[in-house]
């Protein structure tokens, strides 16, 4: 005589049932950094003459944006290129021109430096800028939070469900994280509806008033699933 060991039970017994339910927040937050793209651009008719106005537009740039200390989290260049034109006719390869840029990111905890360096950056001759783009960062305490009342809410959730039938809750058995928050991502340039830009290209003759920029809040989700063991309900 053989014995077989009881089936698996991956939904409870009549005596101790399970219920399983999820957990949601969404948490609406101030951002806490603002990051920034400048577009530094150069056009010579020679190689060396590009490289000298790039290098030299490029050098203000730096000065300019690490004038402002601690304001500046991070500031990074990222792509360098210089670029020959050629002549649209002829036949033999004539370069008519090199055009040079290179691309600076920065990264500003202070809101009010912002403004004012934005406009200071878009007012240097052939230098754009785009942004700003709002984000939290990755330790932000609003992730904790959101996880914290998600999980709040799985509970609250399970206990309702448990009160309907007459029957209280017992256990926990399962937390799973399921990986569901969602901010505006911290490195690289973030896309659709998470994203502020504008755009400046510095030719003003006069320096211009700061901008006003004001923070897009920043969403916070998170989610769970939870299982509970529970007492017989009451039928």
């Not at 399962?174 to 400046?200: C, K, V, W």
Request: net charge negative; charged share 25%; aromatic share 6%.
């Amino acid at each position: 005589m053989t014995t077989q060991d009881a089936p698996h039970q991956p939904y409870g017994t009549p005596e101790v049932p399970r219920v399983s339910v999820r957990g949601e927040a969404r948490l609406e937050v101030e951002p806490e950094i603002a990051r920034i793209g400048i577009t530094v651009s150069a056009r010579g008719t020679d190689r060396r003459t590009a490289l000298e106005d790039l290098t030299r537009r490029n050098t203000t740039v730096l000065e300019l944006v690490k004038s402002y200390g601690e304001a500046i989290e991070k500031l990074e260049t990222g792509a360098f290129s210089i670029t020959p034109e050629l002549t649209r006719h002829g036949r033999a390869e004539r370069i008519r021109a090199y055009h040079g840029r290179v691309h600076v990111t920065a990264e500003l905890s202070d809101f009010t430096a912002l403004g004012e360096l934005t406009t200071r950056l878009a007012d240097l001759d052939l230098t754009s800028v785009d942004g700003p783009w709002w984000a939290l960062r990755p330790t932000s305490p609003a992730h904790g939070e959101a996880r914290r009342q998600a999980v709040l809410e799985a509970v609250q959730r399970a206990r309702e469900y448990a009160a309907a039938l007459g029957a209280e809750l017992a256990a926990l058995v399962e937390l799973a994280d399921i990986g569901a928050e969602n901010a505006t991502p911290y490195a690289g340039r973030p896309g659709g509806g998470g994203m502020r830009s504008m755009a400046f290209a510095g030719d003003a003759e006069s320096a211009a008033p700061p901008l006003d920029l004001e923070p897009q809040r920043q969403t916070v989700f998170a989610q769970v699933n939870a299982r509970f063991t529970m007492t017989p309900p009451q039928l």
